[in-house]
């Protein structure tokens, strides 16, 4: 007998709860940008930007969208290119690990599964490897 091709994939944003898992994972990952050395190379560029209170607001939108939520970002900004919301910022490879690191260690404070941290994390180094390309094209 074969499955049926309509069974329900479950998005990355009901694996981590939603809008309250969404919420938890930003603020668990900025606190750790504001709190940590591993972070200090991403939390001096938002100190530099808007700040950490903006960048809170805009990531749980971000997140949500690009989790298979709610397109919040998209739907305040009329897009959700992330080339395009970090065309201002020189992304180094520095940041980017660092930005990297402190995602790693906000999914294994939340105790995200094995599973979903690694396909999570490949779809952020994936991100993070554009955003480099990016600011050496700049």
Not at 11 to 19: L, P
Not at 113 to 118: H, R
Not at 122 to 133: E, K, R, V, Y
Request: with cysteine; proline share 1%.
């Amino acid at each position: 007998m074969q499955q049926t091709s309509n069974q329900h994939r479950i998005s990355f944003y009901e694996q981590v709860g939603g809008a309250e898992g969404v919420n938890k994972l930003v603020n668990t990952f900025c606190d750790l940008l504001e709190t940590t050395e591993e972070g200090r190379p991403v939390f001096l560029l938002h100190l530099r930007g808007h700040g950490m209170d903006h960048a809170r607001i805009e990531q749980f939108n971000f997140f949500s969208g690009f989790f298979g939520g709610p397109r919040l970002y998209a739907e305040k900004w009329g897009h959700s290119n992330v080339r395009e919301i970090h065309a201002h910022v020189e992304i180094d490879e520095i940041a980017s690990q660092a930005w990297l690191t402190c995602m790693s260690m906000a999914m294994d404070k939340l105790a995200y599964s094995q599973t979903l941290k690694q396909q999570l994390m490949q779809n952020f180094t994936d991100m993070a490897g554009l955003l480099q390309q990016q600011s050496k094209q700049a």
